[in-house]
C-alpha cells in the first residue's frame, strides 16, 4: 500500500490514508466518503454519554440503554417458520445477566466470542420468557473508546456500514480534524451574525467532538439552519427564473370548463373543482407552471388532469402524459379516451412495447402536430420524439423521474410548457414547503362520495389459515384480490417471501382452488400488461405481485390485499398498496401479515389501521421514522437532513426571511460563500 509521502489535505483520497484495505474502502464509497473533506463532512449520528452507563441490574423496560458486560455465550439459529437469522447472547456484568438478541445481523456472528468485553447500546424489551432482554444493540468492543482523550464524555456514533466501523471513523476524525480549519465557510458572515451561528469550522469541531452538551447543540443549531436555508434561497430563484421566462398561454375558457364538466359521468367533488380552477388559471399566465397535484390513490386525480389537457388544446396546444410504468400508462390512456374521444379528442399511446410501425406513425404525427394528445413512458423522452408546439406537460408520480428526464421532456419543444406534475405519495406539508419550494401544490384531500373505508387487520403467523379462508370467501362472493410481497427472488439470507415462491406455494397448495396471476418487476412489459388485462377482466381470481402493482392499477372489483412482510415497506407505501383496493361497490379489506415485527414496526403498522388519509399517515410516518431517507431526498439532489428540523416551523420561516433578506442584498448572487453553499442543494425541478 502506497502511503501518502505528504500529509493530507482535505482534497487528499481516503485511498490514501494508512491502512485502508480494499474492503474498507468500498465501504467509504458506499457511504459516499471518497476525500478527507468527506470524511470530516460526514457527521455522527449520535452521541453516547459515558456518564450513562447502567448496571444490568438498573435496565428500565422499553428505555435505550449503554451497558459494559462481559459476553458469557453467543449462539446464531434461523426461525423455523420464516428463516429469519437470530442471534442470542448471554452478558453479565458484576450486578447480574441478561439475554441479547439480533434480528437479521449475522455478520455480527463472527465478532463476538465468549468471554469478550463490549459495551452494548440498545433498547431494553421483554424477552420471550418473559424478563428483560436487549434488544438489536450497538456493539462497542473496546475497553476505551478510541480518541477518547479528545472527545470529553459525548462519544459520536457514525452512520457506519461493513468494515467502516464508529470506532474506526473516531479514529480517523481525531486525526484529521485539524484540517477542518481550512474547510470553507457556506454561510456568509452576516447571516450568522443575525442568526448567531458558529462558524463552519467551529462547527464541524464541535459535531465530531463536543465540549459538551451545548456546544453540541450549537453545532446543530448551525447545520439545521443551513439544511433548511440553502432549499429555501434555491427555490425562490428557481421561482424567480421562472416567472420571468414566457411560456405558453392557453386561455381560461370557462364556458368549454362548464362543458367539460357538465358531459362527466358524476359531478366533481368541490376538491377537484378547486384543483381543477387554480391550475386552469396557471394556464391562462404567459409564464411556466409549476404544480404539483397531490391526492390519495383514487381521489380523482386523473380526471382534472383530463381537463387541463382539454383546455391547452382548445387553444392549440399539443399535450403529453408521462407515467412511470406502462401499465400506468395504458391505464391513463384508457380513462382519457374515455373521456376525451366523445369530444374528438384522440389520446394516442407510446410505451416501450408499442410496435415499430405504429411508432413511426406516432412520432411522424407528433411532429407535424397532426396529433395532439400522447400518454406514454420513458419511451416519450427518446431523441425522435418531437413536439412543435407543447403546452402542457402532464408527469405522473412525478418523484419516479429524474430531474433529467422531466427536463429532456420539457426541451423537446421550442416553448416552455406549463408542468403539472400529479402524485399520489401523500407528502406531509412540512417537508413539501422544503423539498417543493418553487412549486405551487394543489391537493385533493376527500375522494368522490361513496367510498367506504378499507377494513385493515394485521395477520399474525397463527392467523394466516383464517386469512386465506377469507380470501377465499370473497373469491366465491366473485370478488378479486391481490398479495403483494416485497422481493422478486429469495435473497440469500432467505428473509423474504418472494413474489414467485409466494405464488407458486398458493398455486399448487394453500390456494390452489383459486385461479393466480403473477407480475414482478422483471417480466417483459407486454407480458405485464397481457397479465394484468386478463385479470382485469376477471380471468384470475388472485394477483400476487411484487411493488409494481404500487401506482395506478384500477380494478374496481377487488376487495382484498394481503401484504406480506408489511413491516417492511413505509406507511406511504403500503397506504398506497391498500389503495388498490375499496375503488368500487364492495366493502374491501387490507390484511396486513407480521413476522418477528419489532414493537416499532407494529405501531407503524397500528397507525394504517387507525387512519384511512394518507396525509395523516405521512406525518406519522415521518414522525415515527424520525431519520433517514424516507422521500429519497437524496434523489432530488438533496443532501440527508434532519428530520427533526424539517419539521420546526419557526426554524423553516427564519430560513426563508434569511433567504429573502440575502437575495434583496445579492440578487445575482455574487457572493462566492452563497454559490459554494447553494451546490449542494441546487433544487432543479421542472424549471433550472
Ligand atoms: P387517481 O388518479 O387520483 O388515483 P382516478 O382519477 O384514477 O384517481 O379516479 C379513480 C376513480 O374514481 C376513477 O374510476 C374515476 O372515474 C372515479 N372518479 C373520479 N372523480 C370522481 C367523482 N367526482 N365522483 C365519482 N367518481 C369519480
Ligand atoms: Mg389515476
Request: aromatic residues 4%.
Amino acid at each position: 500500500m502506497l502511503a501518502a509521502t505528504t500529509a493530507p489535505d482535505l482534497d487528499t483520497p481516503l485511498a490514501q490514508l494508512p491502512r485502508i484495505s480494499q474492503e474498507r474502502l468500498q465501504g467509504l464509497r458506499r457511504l459516499r466518503l471518497v476525500t478527507v473533506r468527506d470524511l470530516l463532512g460526514h457527521l455522527p449520528r449520535r452521541y453516547d454519554d459515558q456518564r450513562e452507563r447502567v448496571s444490568l441490574a438498573d435496565l428500565t423496560l422499553g428505555r435505550a440503554a449503554t451497558v459494559e458486560v462481559d459476553l458469557v455465550a453467543v449462539r446464531g439459529r434461523r426461525t423455523q417458520h420464516r428463516h429469519i437469522e437470530l442471534l442470542e447472547a448471554e452478558v453479565a456484568d458484576p450486578t447480574g445477566s441478561l439475554p441479547v438478541i439480533w434480528f437479521n445481523q449475522p455478520h455480527l456472528r463472527h465478532l463476538l466470542h465468549p468471554g469478550d468485553h463490549v459495551t452494548l447500546h440498545g433498547k431494553v424489551t421483554r424477552g420471550k420468557r418473559g424478563g428483560l432482554q436487549l434488544q438489536n444493540p450497538d456493539v462497542e468492543r473496546e475497553r476505551k473508546w478510541v480518541g477518547q482523550a479528545s472527545v470529553g464524555v459525548l462519544v459520536p456514533t457514525y452512520p457506519e456500514t461493513a468494515h467502516v466501523t464508529s470506532r474506526w471513523l473516531r479514529a480517523q476524525v481525531a486525526a484529521l480534524l485539524p484540517l477542518a480549519e481550512g474547510i470553507e465557510e457556506t454561510l456568509p458572515q452576516e447571516v450568522r451574525d443575525r442568526e448567531g451561528l458558529m462558524p463552519l469550522p467551529t462547527a464541524l469541531r464541535q459535531m465530531h467532538f463536543p465540549d459538551d452538551q451545548e456546544h453540541l447543540e450549537l453545532a446543530q443549531a448551525r447545520f439545521g439552519f443551513e439544511e433548511l436555508f440553502y432549499p429555501q434561497l434555491a427555490a425562490l430563484l428557481a421561482r424567480r427564473q421562472r416567472l420571468s421566462r414566457t411560456g405558453t398561454r392557453s386561455p381560461y375558457d370557462v364556458a368549454l370548463a362548464r362543458q367539460f364538466v357538465a358531459g362527466l359521468p358524476f359531478k366533481l367533488t368541490d376538491d377537484q373543482r378547486r384543483a381543477a380552477h387554480e391550475i386552469l388559471i396557471d394556464l391562462d399566465r404567459p409564464s411556466p407552471m409549476n404544480r404539483l397535484l397531490q391526492g390519495d390513490v383514487g381521489s380523482g386525480k386523473t380526471v382534472v388532469a383530463a381537463m387541463a389537457a382539454r383546455m391547452a388544446i382548445a387553444a392549440g396546444h399539443q399535450v403529453v402524459l408521462m407515467a412511470p410504468t406502462e401499465i400506468l400508462a395504458r391505464q391513463h390512456h384508457q380513462t382519457l379516451c374515455d373521456l376525451l374521444s366523445p369530444i374528438g379528442i384522440w389520446p394516442r399511446l407510446l410505451v416501450g412495447s408499442t410496435k415499430p410501425a405504429v411508432r413511426r406513425e406516432i412520432i411522424g404525427a407528433l411532429a407535424a402536430g397532426a396529433d395532439n394528445l400522447v400518454v406514454g413512458t420513458h419511451a416519450l423522452i427518446e431523441d425522435e420524439v418531437q413536439f412543435p408546439d407543447l403546452g402542457l406537460c402532464i408527469v405522473d408520480e412525478q418523484h419516479r423521474f429524474g430531474v433529467a428526464q422531466r427536463l429532456r421532456l420539457r426541451d423537446k419543444s421550442q416553448v416552455n410548457p406549463d408542468f403539472l406534475s400529479m402524485t399520489a405519495t401523500p407528502i406531509p406539508r412540512s417537508l413539501s414547503l422544503t423539498l417543493y419550494g418553487d412549486l405551487d401544490v394543489s391537493q385533493i384531500r376527500h375522494l368522490p362520495p361513496g367510498r367506504r373505508p378499507i377494513q385493515t387487520r394485521l395477520v399474525e403467523p397463527e392467523e394466516r389459515q383464517l386469512a386465506y379462508d377469507f380470501i377465499r370467501t370473497e373469491v366465491a362472493a366473485g370478488r378479486q384480490g391481490f398479495i403483494i410481497c416485497p422481493l422478486i427472488e429469495d435473497s440469500p439470507a432467505g428473509e423474504v417471501r418472494s413474489a414467485t415462491a409466494e405464488y407458486e406455494r398458493l398455486r399448487t397448495e394453500v390456494l390452489s382452488d383459486l385461479r393466480l396471476t403473477l407480475i414482478h418487476g422483471r417480466l417483459p412489459a407486454r407480458e405485464k400488461a397481457e397479465r394484468m388485462d386478463a385479470f382485469a377482466a376477471g380471468q384470475f381470481d388472485l394477483l400476487v405481485a411484487t411493488s409494481v402493482i404500487e401506482v395506478g392499477v384500477d380494478i374496481p372489483n377487488a376487495t382484498v390485499i394481503g401484504i406480506e412482510d408489511a413491516d417492511r415497506f413505509g406507511l406511504a407505501q403500503l397506504h398506497q398498496f391498500r389503495g388498490r383496493v375499496g375503488r368500487g361497490e364492495h366493502d374491501s379489506h387490507c390484511l396486513l401479515f407480521v413476522g418477528a415485527a419489532d414493537p416499532g414496526s407494529r405501531r407503524r403498522l397500528e397507525a394504517l389501521i387507525s387512519h384511512q388519509d394518507g396525509f395523516a399517515l405521512a406525518e406519522i410516518d415521518l414522525r415515527l421514522r424520525g431519520a433517514g431517507d424516507p422521500y429519497g431526498l437524496r434523489q432530488h439532489g438533496f443532501p440527508e437532513m434532519r428530520v427533526g428540523d424539517l419539521l420546526d416551523d419557526g426554524l423553516r420561516e427564519r430560513a426563508r426571511r434569511a433567504a429573502e433578506l440575502v437575495l434583496v442584498a445579492d440578487p445575482k448572487l455574487a457572493d462566492p460563500v452563497l454559490r459554494r453553499g447553494i451546490r449542494g442543494y441546487q433544487v432543479v425541478f421542472e424549471f433550472d
